[in-house]
Nanobody
Framework: QVQLVESGGGLVQAGGSLRLSCATS????????MRWYRQAPGKQRELVAVITSGGNTNYAASVKGRFTISRDNAKNTVYLQMNSLKPEDTAVYYC??????????????WGQGTQVTVSS
């Protein structure tokens, strides 16, 4: 079974930094687009950053200039470097991936989430 496992969350002071990782495991052929979402209590899930298989990136306006998404294709891992963190960045962060399995079909997978808490 394909699994996405996030790590790197934690508690930081405002202005601090965290680096999230999401490793994909299982029998796959390739990973296409990978994304980071976040969800704060009482809010809808929000798309934070996107990276394509070719390395093209897009960011939500609220994080642009502060967050950087990257990937290591050899490790099937996507990262989210978060700098200049603000209390409003507090949320559970989820990675998401479009995975091409060996049957050539695309599957949408989600990680279980990692908590990021930014204190004032």
């Amino acid at each position: 079974q394909v699994q996405l496992v996030e790590s790197g969350g934690g508690l930081v002071q405002a202005g601090g930094s965290l680096r999230l990782s999401c490793a994909t495991s299982g029998t796959i052929f390739s990973i296409n687009t990978m994304r980071w979402y976040r969800q704060a209590p009482g809010k809808q899930r929000e798309l934070v950053a996107v990276i394509t298989s070719g390395g093209n990136t897009n960011y939500a306006a609220s994080v642009k200039g502060r967050f950087t998404i990257s990937r290591d294709n050899a490790k099937n891992t996507v990262y989210l470097q978060m700098n200049s963190l603000k209390p409003e960045d507090t949320a559970v962060y989820y990675c998401n991936a479009d995975v091409r399995k060996t049957d050539w079909r695309l599957y949408d997978y989600w990680g279980q989430g990692t908590q990021v808490t930014v204190s004032s």
